[in-house]
């Protein structure tokens, strides 16, 4: 639809003169084309926005039946062991296909992770090419450039976003209108950090202070060449926190009406700081069944806060104040308080 300016504005004279059709445009990166647009019709056209697969959508595709126990959980249902298993390893591997339309359609026809690979392979470079041809006054360079960066920023142990990891002697100034162009265009999900964890949780961000994630967690997996076997095999790698928050994000988008922000001092961090209504619930993020977190415990033992979640591999159960969901109960957070 971007490719053609005009076709965007005669929506505006179906709504007016032709009402009985209902007309549906598609476009890739939309969100950076209409920032800026000629002409656009304003109150003429519903947006929505398509994300890729959730967890939950995944299990739906590939295992209908495991999908309509999942369906039916309940808050502090107990969860018998040959489901949680089942749908531990279901949530593996999405950690290998993530949610992209076309690898989710391959694994159902082919159940072949080396044709899941070609695939993430080629929107990697469909989506690089892209940023050339979309970016406008943007240096499509500078948007490839912290793109790639992304992998290296996770990596490091604070994942807090450096434009020096970018290119070195970065500053903020040579970059800070790519990541606009990919947070717009729905290439990166960003997290800020919050001076103070209390409602509304928008009025405490720090502009200069972020997290950017990808969003897709298979995608992200490919970028940073990790074999499936260490995910299927559950082995440790030192990416795993990276792209196990990576996934959290990308199940909890649009499941609140605030986005999620992070917090971190010298003293401490919490992985994700989540609002629900006036509540505020801090939230830690464990790749493995490890529980060890005293930012997060201590947190918890001061404030008492309404909920307070610990996302891992271990079952779904309560540990005192916090509550521990499985990993794949993330698309499930917000009926499961």
């Not at 960066?149 to 434009?163: D, R, T």
């Not at 010298?266 to 529980?291: C, H, M, R, W």
Request: hydrophobic residues 40%; proline residues 4%; contains cysteine.
């Amino acid at each position: 639809m971007q490719e053609c300016p005009e076709a965007l504005n005669t929506l505006k004279y179906f709504k007016e003169k032709a009402n009985e059709y209902h007309v549906v445009s598609a476009g890739s990166l939309l969100g950076t084309i209409l920032a800026q647009p000629k002409s656009y019709p304003v109150g003429m056209v519903n947006l929505l926005d398509i994300f890729p697969l959730t967890f939950d959508e995944f299990l739906e595709a590939t295992d209908p039946a495991l999908y309509t126990y999942y369906d039916s959980i309940q808050k502090e249902q107990t969860i018998e062991e040959i489901f949680h298993s089942r749908l531990s390893e279901a949530c593996n591997y999405y950690f290998i296909i993530g949610g992209m339309p076309e690898c989710v359609s391959s694994w159902i026809k082919y159940k072949d992770p080396a044709r899941i690979s070609q695939i993430q392979r080629e929107l990697i470079e469909i989506y690089e090419n892209d940023f050339s041809k979309h970016n406008g006054k943007i240096n499509s360079g500078r948007i490839l450039l912290v793109f790639r960066s992304i992998v290296a920023q996770l990596a490091k142990p604070n994942e807090k976003f450096m434009y020096g990891a970018v290119r070195e002697g970065g500053r903020a100034r040579d970059f800070e209108e790519a990541i606009e162009w990919l947070v717009s265009a729905g290439m990166l999900n960003r997290v800020y950090n919050v001076s103070k964890m209390e409602h509304p949780l928008s009025a405490f961000d720090k502009l200069d202070q972020f997290k950017l994630f990808v969003f897709d967690t298979g995608l992200l997996k490919h970028m940073a060449g990790i074999d499936n076997s260490a995910i299927l095999l559950k082995s440790s790698y030192p990416f795993k926190g990276a792209l196990t928050e990576n996934y959290i994000l990308q199940q909890l988008q649009g499941q609140f009406e605030i986005a999620p922000r992070y917090y971190s001092d010298k003293n401490s961090e919490i992985d994700f700081v989540l609002q629900n209504g006036t509540d505020i619930i801090p939230v830690e993020v464990k790749a493995g069944e490890d529980k060890s977190a005293p930012s997060f415990k201590r947190y918890v033992a001061e404030n008492h806060p309404a909920a307070a979640l610990r996302f891992s591999k271990r079952g779904y159960r309560k540990d005192g104040d916090i509550t521990n969901l499985p990993l794949y109960l993330v698309c499930k957070t917000r009926d499961l308080l």
